[in-house]
Structures are given as C-alpha cells and as structure tokens.
C-alpha cells in the first residue's frame, strides 16, 4: 500500500549509504526494492534522479512540521533552547538505532562528506536558510532582554559550531561500537550538548536553567 516512489527512495537510501552514488547500480537499487529495473526507470528515468529525489526527501514529515513550528516562534532565549535541543537531539539521539531513518541518513552524509559532498551540501544548504537566521535573530533578541550576553563569537558561526558539535559527537557513535565512551547516558549527553553550545552562544546560566526542560521539550516534538 504504499506510495512506490517513496518506497523506491526508502530503499534506495540504504543502498546509497552503503556503495555511494557511484559504487550503486540500479540492478541494485531495483533489487533492494523489490522491483524490475523497468519499474525503477519508470519513475526514475536516471539513477541521478533518484539521488536528488532522495535528497529532497530526506527531512520527515513530522521534521518539517517541527520546523514550521518552530519558524512561527516569536526571536527569544527559550526559543533558541528549543532550537538547539531540537537540533541536538535529532543528530545525536539518531544514532540509536542502526537501521533507522536518522542512522541511514548520517551515513549517507558521512560517505558524501568523503567524496564529493554534494549530497551534504543539499542538507546544509537547508540548515543555512532555515536555522542559522532565526539563530541569529534569537540570539539578538535575547541580549536584548538581557538572557545573554554579546560574545566574540559570531551568532551565524555560532550557529554552525552548535550543528557541527553535534555532527561530530554523532560520527563518534555511528559505528555500532562507539568511538568514544562519553560515561554519560544518551539524555545526559544530549543535555550536556545543549547546555555547552548554549553557553558558547552568550546564553547566560540562569537562562538556560529557566528554560531548559528536555522532558517538557520532549512533548513540542
């Protein structure tokens, strides 16, 4: 029942995030799905075309509805809480679960990362129109009520520095036996981060403890 598309473009991704773009065949693509090659042409012309389909794709319906959410909330401290726990905990807390769409999705970055980045450059390209701006705005508007404090760090670079943090914590826990044993749970490490990368954005403590509540976060997601 479902949409063969997007069947398609589920199957593909596991395929991509284990040969690439250019060590997968559409034999293979075909295969992983379920289907004849002719059917996958039928949709998808070009093994090109289903890689930018799967690109565009990427982002979750329920992701997207978070991210309207969170763009229709007024500049302030505790939105950028909400935005940094957000972005924390889907890019570390992904990680959990190995065939998940989130594990699939950061090995997908982390082979593109590896040889051309184009598939990389898409995602972030959404990051760089959609976070970085209300970042800045929300940082702006909490020196403004006093919740933060102007720092020597850039708000848009502070920005990225939060996204690559988490990026990096989650390419330690990739592999099924992690890289690094942190000696915190997953929530605490999530929290950890949040409270780091808050810090570094000029957020003052008292803010953050007045308005960081992972449990209460948990039920805007």
């Not at 319906?61 to 924390?88: C, N, Q």
């Not at 690559?164 to 749970?185: C, E, Q």
Request: with cysteine; charged share 25%.
């Amino acid at each position: 029942s479902e949409d063969p598309r997007a069947a398609i473009i589920k199957a593909g991704r596991r395929v991509f995030a284990e040969k690439g773009f250019d060590g997968t065949t559409t034999r293979e693509l075909a295969d992983a799905a379920g289907i004849s090659e002719g059917l996958l042409f039928k949709h998808f012309p070009k093994k090109e075309v289903l890689f930018t389909a799967m690109q565009e794709a990427c982002c979750t319906e329920e992701d997207l509805g978070i991210f309207e959410r969170i763009k229709a909330l007024e500049p302030s401290a505790s939105t950028l809480v909400l935005m940094v726990h957000f972005l924390v905990s889907r890019i570390v807390g992904g990680c959990k679960a190995p065939d998940g769409d989130q594990a699939i999705l950061n090995r997908l970055i982390l082979r593109s990362l590896a040889d051309d980045g184009e598939f990389a450059r898409v995602l972030l390209g959404r990051v760089a129109r959609e976070w970085i701006p209300k970042v800045k705005k929300c940082i702006a508007a909490a020196i403004a009520d006093g919740d933060a404090i102007e720092g020597s760090v850039r708000p848009r670079l502070s920005g990225w520095l939060t996204h690559h943090v988490a990026a990096m914590i989650m390419l330690h826990l990739v592999p099924t036996a992690a890289v690094v044993d942190y000696g915190v749970s997953e929530p605490e490490l999530v929290e950890q981060t949040v409270w780091f990368s808050l810090r570094g954005m000029g957020v003052k403590e008292k803010a953050i403890a007045r308005y960081y509540n992972p449990k209460a976060l948990a039920l805007f997601q």
